[in-house]
Structure formats: C-alpha cells, structure tokens
C-alpha cells in the first residue's frame, strides 16, 4: 500500500474510533480477530443506509417485496446450494512458522501448485516464499477449508446437531419463494429483498470493515421469465436493468463512479451457482477491490431447493398452455460495512477554513444529508443565558420528532460548528438574542458554511426539502 493510501486508512480507523462510528469489537479485551463495532454515530449512518435501500428497492417498487429470515436454517439448505460442498478456500500453512493464509493471496502460488501437479521445474525464484515469515519453500500443499460457520442447535454436541451460521442472506429467499408466492400474488419479473447478518469464516479477514467474518448484505433475488428458447440472452435485459440500478445507487449515496469499475468475472472464478457475474469493484486506499456484486444465478437455487426438498418450487403462470418452470434469478448484492468503509472514504475531507482569515482548517465529512448521523444540531448561542437555553431546547425538540438532531451548548460557536463538520452534520441552527425578539434563527451549511436566517416556524418545512432532495 502506497504511503497516502496507508495514512488514509489509518486516519480513517482513528477518526471512526475518536467520533464514535466504529470500535473495535471486545476492546476492553484487546479485541478479537478483526472484529468490529458499529458506535453511537455508525449506527444511525449504517441505519440511514440500509433504509434508503429499504425505500428505494422495496417501497418505492412494485416488483418488490421484503423478508426476515433466519440466520440458523435447516443444514439441508447448504447441502442443495452447494455451500456445504463448494463453498471452501484453499488453505496453506507454513511449516516453519504455522501460520496459515488463503491460497490465492500468495504471490507465485498457483504456479507453484501447478508446477508440483505436472512436475515441471521451477526456477528456485518462482518458489514462493511464506508472506509472514519469509521462508522458501515452507509452504504446504494447500487444504480446502469449509467457509461456513458451525454451531450446534440444542444440548447436544455431535453431528445430527451441527448447524450453520448462513453464508448468504440468499437462500432464506429461496427456500420462502412459494411462501411469497402464496401470499402476495406477484407475477414475473418480481424480487425479494432481505437485509441481514450473513458469517463467513475467512482465512484472513482485514482491512478494518472490508472483511470480517461476521457482515451484513443487503441482497436480493429477482425472478425472470423463462428465457426464450429461441433467444439464450433474453434474461440479459433485466441483468442489464440491475447492473444499471446499481450503479445509480452508488452515485446517488455519494461514491463517485469513476472509483467504480464494472469487473466482468470470467469463467473459472465465478462462484459455482453463477453464469455470468459483474464485480462493482471500489478504490479502496488498499487496492481495487469489490464493493458489490450482481450475478446471474440461472434457477440453481430453486432448482436444488425443490430437488432437495421435495417441495414444488415452480412458477405457474397465467398462461395454461406454459408448463411450471423454475424462475431464473438475478442477484445484485451489496454488503453494509463496505457502503459504510466507501463513504467514509468518500465524505471524509480536510481543508482550509476559507471563513476564517486564520487559515484554519477543518475536517468535515461530506455525506449526503440523507446519510448523515444527525441532520442537524442545535445551539443556544450562549449557555448561561436561560432565555436563549429555552428557546433553543424548543427548537430542538421539535426537530427531533422528525430527525436526529443533536444538540451542544459547550464552547464557542465556532467549535461546535467544526465538531459538527467533522461528523458530517448538514446544518447546524444557532439560537441567539435576535431570536427571542424576532422568533428567527441562523441555519448555516455544513458545506459552504453560509449562513441565513429563517423563521423558526419555516425551520422543518425548510430542513425537509433540503435534507429529503
Ligand atoms: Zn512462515
């Protein structure tokens, strides 16, 4: 990692910590494992992001509808997709040190593997050497390991118990498609969304929120018509409706598109349920990497659920001359933490006060008012006056029936204005003695830090359009 780059995402780490978006998870501990807590302030920007998607891919659609499902489900489940089978890294160890790491991430690893498979000579460079330790030749042939998390569901321990943390919210969608079918009368092309926790068991989980074993995903299964036999890519238009969907959600919530790149995967590493899949890969101050994915999952899932369960998961159109199919399906899935890495990677800015003839500079961070933790803040100009106090508590109050709103009253103004910046707060609203005798107050705007005046009976009507635009 170059050096901006590193110092990027330490400031990052340093800066979520110090303002209470994320913790390391267990601190008091010494923590454990690249795990991680979302604080006060992460909560409501993870929240806020979760239900815009909400909004937007569910309320505002009518192809849609929404699931919850739960996180232990019955272990045939991971049979039928395959996850039990396939869903596995190769694993290398070290002789020298034991430490172990995913295959792939080894540099000079597959030709080596390759060179001891069809005992072809290596030059003794091309041998790769242990990442942690530096040793050639150290390494051992590598070992699949099984991804998912195991746990045991009632008192005993032994294998007709053995459950597993999903690795996917997918599957809960699959498994309830007759469910949905039987109770919403939705017709193709229609999706089901869900947004929840999935735990994968990586090897080497890292870069802060980027990969952790425990995420959330925000996913969802859109169903097709069957595809034209006449026409093998007619399921591409809705692939290409998503892929675009996509990428309107990633400019709308503030990811500049040209940190973007649209990785078309080639066959052999795609996941083994999918025929064509598209990585949105981000920028990240550690390299490009993928921030979302969309794949097409052809009807392996229902397919594998009914097989496997004996249950008819076929769609029945209205059509009576059209034989039951299973639905093929397209899955644009997006993971929470990485929206929440790429917009604090996004919004988080340090520049020159231009207000200020000091040349002080600030950090303020960016976000879409939408996005924000707190919409706005309120301030009583001065603490030890209580007329201006009484003022501004109404003020507040009556803002925070609508919006997070937070509320300072410590320090000079100036302060609270740059605490606020920093945390990405659009507006704060300063009470002060023109207030009392003309009932206005002064907005000022986290980005131009222009200030005017508003009638505290304009102040809602005045913070929803600019917050909901
Ligand atoms: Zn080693």
Redesign the pocket.
């Known amino acids: 990692m170059a050096k901006d780059s590193q110092n990027l995402m330490e400031k990052i780490v340093g800066f979520a910590k110090r303002r209470g978006f994320i913790f390391p998870g267990s601190e008091i501990y010494g923590g454990l494992a690249n795990t991680w807590d979302y604080g006060p302030l992460g909560v409501e920007l993870k929240n806020n992001i979760k239900q815009l998607w909400w909004k937007r891919f569910v309320q505002e659609r009518d192809d849609m509808v929404g699931l919850d499902t739960a996180i232990i489900m019955n272990p045939k489940v991971w049979e039928a997709s395959g996850h039990l089978k396939g869903f596995s890294d190769p694993l290398v160890e070290?002789r020298?040190?034991?430490?172990r790491f995913k295959a792939d991430e080894i540099k000079g690893f597959a030709a080596w593997v390759k060179s001891v498979k069809t005992k072809a000579a290596l030059a003794p460079d091309k041998i790769p050497a242990?990442p942690?330790?530096?040793?050639i030749g150290?390494l051992m042939k590598p070992k699949m390991f099984n991804l998912m998390f195991k746990t045991f569901l009632g008192p005993s321990e032994d294998s007709s118990s053995t459950v597993y943390l999903r690795p996917e919210t997918a599957q809960g969608m699959f498994v309830n498609f007759k469910n949905v079918l039987d109770t919403t009368r939705k017709t193709l092309p229609f999706g089901i969304a869900q947004i929840g926790k999935a735990f994968r068991n990586e090897i080497t989980p890292g870069n802060f929120i980027f990969r952790t074993r425990e995420f959330e995903q925000m996913e969802i299964e859109y169903f097709i018509p069957e595809p034209d036999p006449e026409n093998e890519a007619s399921w591409r238009k809705y692939f290409d409706m998503w892929q675009m969907e996509m990428m309107s959600w990633i400019r709308d919530i503030g990811i500049r598109p040209e940190k973007i790149v649209e990785h078309d995967v080639p066959e052999g590493e795609r996941a083994h349920y999918s025929k064509k899949t598209i990585d949105f890969l981000y920028e990240f101050p550690f390299g490009q990497d993928e921030l979302y994915g969309l794949a097409y999952r052809t009807d392996f899932d229902l397919k594998n659920q009914e097989k496997a369960s004996g249950v008819n998961l076929k769609y029945k159109s209205a059509n009576k001359e059209e034989a039951p199919y299973w639905p093929p399906t397209i899955e644009p899935s997006l993971g929470v933490d990485r929206t929440v890495l790429a917009l604090l990677l996004e919004a988080y800015a340090e520049e020159k006060d231009p207000s200020t003839k000091l040349g002080a500079s600030r950090v303020v961070l960016k976000l879409k008012p939408q996005l924000a933790p707190y919409k706005a803040a309120v301030f009583p100009l001065l603490a030890n006056k209580p007329e201006l106090v009484a003022l501004a508590k109404n003020v507040y109050n009556d803002l925070r029936k609508d919006f997070m709103v937070a509320w300072d009253d410590r320090g000079n103004i100036g302060k609270r204005y740059y605490s606020q910046d920093e945390i990405g707060t659009p507006y704060c609203i300063t009470v002060d003695f023109e207030s009392l005798e003309k009932k206005d107050i002064t907005v000022r705007d986290r980005d131009t830090m222009k200030q005017e005046r508003i009638k505290i009976s304009d102040l809602l009507p005045y913070l929803r359009e600019k917050i909901c635009a």
């Open positions: 070290c020298e040190c034991h430490q242990c942690n330790c530096n040793t150290s």
